[in-house]
């Protein structure tokens, strides 16, 4: 595979390089970098700046407003953007149910959903996980039951990211008959979050954050024309959004950029004399992780490839997904031991913008631990990584 940019491509990578400069706002960019913690408000500002660029699906069609770009030219902007600062597009409704909608949803759907999530209009959030149906997802509870020209729903999602923001949820649900194979009775709806009869609950995480929650669902009733594409396709459809999301966990630009930090932090010491970057054992293990990242980011552009003409990824989006979590987990893994003590305090207001008081170490530094902790659910949201490696033996190896 060739890497070096053409002069076509070099031009693109400095247009997205002025755009960046002039058009990402300069306090994201900040806190992106520092890790501190970004508002929904300031989420969908960027998404609505990328909007009016053209440039907020990457992805999609051309027709839906995709922006036709090469693989290369993905690879560029991602890197640039990881680069600059600018923050992760919320996935949900730009790169999970979005494809869904112009794959299998009908006409009427697409007009009525496509262009509100392309300019980021309203949030949306993921129901699919539940107690007892996380990677056994084909064991999910929650039940569609249809009433006339309406579904009354019934039942609980878990783990469900950033829906304390959302308008929308799109939701695996169980239609199907008494004693159907599970897979078969399961359908895909989208359920409007503003519904009085669903509660949502936060979970607060160990970093003391409130970034995911459980949404009960109790006797609401979603109109059937919300359902994408037949009943007891669900399952087909999940497997297809799961693909991009498995895609997108790769995080290999952002990667890219920590180990960049990595290095500058292991430059430093406190005696000025002694760095952790003269640790041959060290350093073998940021060569080490370099390696498998450059392996990975080789792997991501042939997916890429495959998604610019017009295909969903294939079942590399699960080997994306096993090594790029890995990755990012190793990469918290080096980050604590260069940190060393200054890993150790947790303030947690330390991490929003209008704090006031000493940070505790560099930047990149102090918040290495709750990286640490947060990234382990990496392994295993998106499908665990031992659900991945059941897929490739199948999918990819013939086992």
Request: glycine share 8%.
């Amino acid at each position: 595979m060739n890497l070096n940019f053409t002069a076509d491509e070099q031009h693109f990578q400095q247009e997205v390089r002025q755009f960046l400069q002039q058009k990402l706002p300069k306090d994201i960019a900040t806190k992106t970098k520092k890790a501190l913690n970004l508002s929904k408000d300031e989420y969908i500002q960027w998404q609505q700046i990328l909007y009016t660029q053209g440039w907020a699906a990457i992805n999609w069609p051309v027709e839906h407003g995709g922006t036709g770009w090469t693989s290369t030219q993905k690879y560029i902007f991602a890197n640039e953007c990881a680069k600059a600062g600018a923050p992760d597009v919320i996935p949900f409704g730009l790169k999970m149910v979005a494809p869904i909608i112009y794959t299998f949803g009908n006409d009427e759907q697409k007009q009525r959903f496509l262009p509100d999530i392309l300019a980021s209009n309203v949030w949306w959030c993921q129901g699919y996980s539940e107690t007892g149906a996380g990677s056994d997802l084909a064991g999910l509870r929650t039940t569609a039951v249809k009433d006339g020209d309406e579904y009354v729903v019934n039942g609980t999602k878990t783990w469900t990211t950033l829906g304390q923001y959302a308008d929308w949820i799109f939701c695996l649900v169980r239609t199907g008959p008494p004693g159907a194979k599970n897979q078969e009775a399961i359908s895909f709806l989208l359920i409007n979050m503003h519904d009085p009869k669903i509660t949502v609950s936060p979970i607060i995480t160990i970093d003391g954050k409130h970034e995911v929650n459980e949404v009960h669902f109790d006797g609401v009733r979603v109109p059937a024309n919300n359902l994408i594409g037949a009943e007891g396709q669900g399952w087909t459809y999940a497997k297809v959004l799961l693909t991009h999301e498995r895609t997108g966990i790769a995080r290999v630009a952002i990667s890219k950029d920590r180990l960049v930090q990595l290095k500058e932090l292991a430059e430093t010491s406190d005696d000025g004399d002694n760095k952790l970057i003269d640790d041959p054992i060290f350093a073998q293990k940021v060569a080490s992780l370099e390696i498998d990242l450059l392996a990975l980011e080789y792997t991501e552009l042939r997916t890429l490839s495959a998604i610019s003409t017009g295909q969903a990824p294939g079942p590399e989006s699960s080997i994306l997904k096993i090594v790029g979590t890995q990755v990012i987990q190793a990469i918290d893994e080096l980050y604590v031991e260069a940190a060393g003590y200054y890993s150790m305090p947790y303030v947690p207001d330390q991490f929003h913008d209008d704090f006031d008081g000493q940070h505790i170490g560099p930047d990149t530094a102090a918040n290495s631990a709750l990286r640490y902790f947060n990234n382990r659910k990496a392994s295993i949201y998106g499908g665990s990584n031992e659900i991945q490696t059941n897929i490739i033996s199948k999918a990819v190896l013939g086992l």
